[in-house]
């Protein structure tokens, strides 16, 4: 099969007969074999009696249905699972991304080298309180994540090899940086292609304002976790011991200042009266409780099953 079209869902009934006409009109015309997955992430409207009915007339259709709402991550890993295609393409319910974008996007992967393909929605049909905070948004992450060439890494329509999609996994709400994702896993050609984008054509939008505060917590975890997930005592260790060094240093500093004083019998102040002892306190109390995060994050690291989990390329 050459494509697998992933779209999570969450009450999008009325788009789905059009999203699924346009796509079979797509594949049709570009004699492509292909399925659609339609994940249906816990729907309150009749979404999934609309996919139900989809399929009886299309064989290529399949649903799955969460019993609640996951949220987009879950809904993308369980289609991701799913999928059977030599390409596996996402895009959104909504009718804001566009099929048409599926025979290029397919072409680059399948014939160009390209490990994932991320839309870009260069004129975007949004309001400008989500357009502005994107921008910031993907400058952070490209910086923090050294991929330079993408402009917008949270765009629902993207195209991925089949192996990446079945080495990484999405939860929590990181769908935002799945190219950051597949980065960590070792897939590094990662390319941009320039999509079209429409307006919200039914429904509502499913994110608030909270997407940006959890979008950059998301970040900073993932950041983390890729640099320092399986050697935890390399960062709280180096800090710590540094923040416990520069407490002794001034604790001796202090001691042999006074020590210092008393011999020329010169006046010297109470070691609590000056400001710089608590400092050396508080360096030093610091420094031990990181040092001992360290240990117990690296215990916790060492029992994980996930401890010697790595991405094997090939084996001859
Ligand atoms: N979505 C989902 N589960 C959720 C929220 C959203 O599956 O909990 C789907 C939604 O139905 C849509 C896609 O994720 O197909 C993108 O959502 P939306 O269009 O609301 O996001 P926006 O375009 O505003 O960024
Ligand atoms: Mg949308």
Request: glycine share 8%.
């Amino acid at each position: 099969m050459d494509i697998s079209v992933v779209v999570p869902l969450y009450n999008e009934a009325e788009s789905l007969p059009e999203l699924t006409d346009w796509i079979r009109r797509v594949m049709r015309e570009h004699h492509f074999t292909y399925e659609i997955i339609l994940v249906d992430d816990g729907s309150k409207d009749d979404s999934w009696e609309v996919i139900q009915d989809l399929k009886k007339g299309h064989e290529q259709i399949s649903g799955i249905k969460f019993r609640r709402n996951y949220g987009k991550s879950a809904a993308l890993n369980v289609g991701f699972v799913a999928a059977q295609g030599d390409v596996v393409i996402t895009m959104d319910a909504d009718l804001q991304d566009s099929p048409d974008e599926i025979p290029e996007l397919y072409n680059r992967v399948k014939n160009q080298g390209a490990d994932l393909v991320s839309g870009w929605k260069q004129k975007r049909y949004d309001p400008p309180t989500k357009t502005i905070p994107t921008k910031l948004f993907n400058s952070v992450t490209r910086r923090m994540s050294g991929i330079h060439n993408l402009h917008d890494f949270n765009c629902g329509l993207k195209a991925y090899k089949k192996d990446v999609v079945k080495s990484i996994e999405v939860y929590g709400e990181m769908h935002r940086y799945i190219p950051v994702i597949a980065k960590w896993a070792g897939f590094s050609n990662i390319q941009e292609q320039v999509v079209q984008h429409y307006p919200r054509k039914y429904g509502t939008t499913k994110f608030g304002a909270g997407r940006f505060i959890k979008g950059f917590l998301d970040l900073l975890s993932i950041f983390f976790v890729g640099k320092f997930g399986k050697r935890p005592m390399h960062f709280f260790g180096t800090i710590g011991v540094m923040s416990f060094l520069i407490g002794i240093f001034i604790t001796v500093y202090i001691i042999s200042d006074k020590l210092i004083s008393i011999a020329n019998g010169t006046y010297y102040r109470n070691i609590t009266d000056q400001p710089i002892f608590y400092l050396a306190l508080v360096a030093v109390v610091i420094g031990t409780q990181l040092f001992l995060t360290g240990f117990v994050a690296e215990l916790v690291s060492r029992n994980s099953t996930e401890r010697n989990n790595y991405q094997i390329e090939r084996v001859i």
